[in-house]
């Protein structure tokens, strides 16, 4: 679970206007945080199978934000790829 200063961090740096939560950018950013941490719990608790199909729902829904954000803005959608880190 990210805490509210880390979200707060995501939202400041991914966000096009002052108060915007709800835009694909920042949706896939911190879902990206989401999805690092919740690995990182897996790698421990290789059994929490529950965390696992949690963490398959975040990673495809992810990937639709991001095919929304490739068809509607093409330059915002590869500058967030590169500052994520994705893979294309």
């Given amino acids: 679970m990210l805490d509210k200063d880390k979200k707060t961090k995501v ?23 989401r999805i690092k941490e919740l690995t990182e719990h897996l790698k421990k608790h290789k059994k929490d199978k529950s965390s696992q199909r949690g963490l398959l729902l975040m990673v495809s829904k992810r990937t639709r934000l991001l095919k929304y954000l490739k068809r509607k803005d093409q330059k915002s959608y590869q500058k967030l790829i590169k500052d994520l880190g994705l893979r294309k």
Avoid at 15 to 29: M, P
């Fill in 11 to 33: 939202i400041e740096k991914h966000s096009s206007t002052k108060g915007d939560t709800g835009s694909a950018e920042v949706q896939v950013a911190l879902l990206t945080e």
